[in-house]
């Protein structure tokens, strides 16, 4: 279920970086409930609605250097720059919703 962002998120740091795709790893993807709108990315001075997301941290890695990418509702996964001061909770998905 995460493959499609993966993907989107390999492809947005090789082009940010200007390499191949083939070049970057991926350290780690995991589903996540974000507490709020800001997918656990908030920007100074935004409102976030107060709901509960289900999203993703994937986590591509280019050489020594690691990022962090995240997404959840409609959101196309994007970079992170900010630290996470909480990690959020994994999400668990209803087995027979036919979701992998």
Request: aromatic share 8%; glycine share 12%; proline share 9%.
């Given at each position: 279920?995460?493959?499609?962002?993966?993907?989107?998120?390999?492809?947005?740091?090789?082009?940010?970086?200007?390499?191949?795709?083939?070049?970057?790893?991926?350290?780690?993807?995991?589903?996540?409930?974000?507490?709020?709108s800001s997918l656990g990315?908030?920007?100074?001075?935004?409102?976030?609605?107060?709901?509960?997301?289900?999203?993703?941290?994937?986590?591509?890695?280019?050489?020594?250097?690691?990022?962090?990418?995240?997404?959840?509702?409609?959101?196309?996964?994007?970079?992170?720059?900010?630290?996470?001061?909480?990690?959020?909770?994994?999400?668990?998905?209803?087995?027979?919703?036919?979701?992998?």
């Amino acid at each position: 279920g995460l493959r499609p962002f993966i993907d989107q998120a390999i492809a947005d740091l090789a082009a940010r970086l200007d390499v191949d795709g083939g070049a970057i790893a991926t350290h780690a993807a995991v589903l996540v409930v974000w507490p709020d709108s800001s997918l656990g990315c908030p920007e100074p001075g935004m409102s976030y609605a107060q709901a509960q997301v289900v999203g993703a941290i994937i986590g591509p890695q280019h050489g020594d250097v690691f990022y962090r990418y995240h997404t959840g509702g409609n959101r196309s996964p994007f970079i992170c720059a900010r630290p996470l001061t909480k990690v959020p909770p994994r999400a668990v998905l209803d087995a027979g919703s036919g979701s992998d």
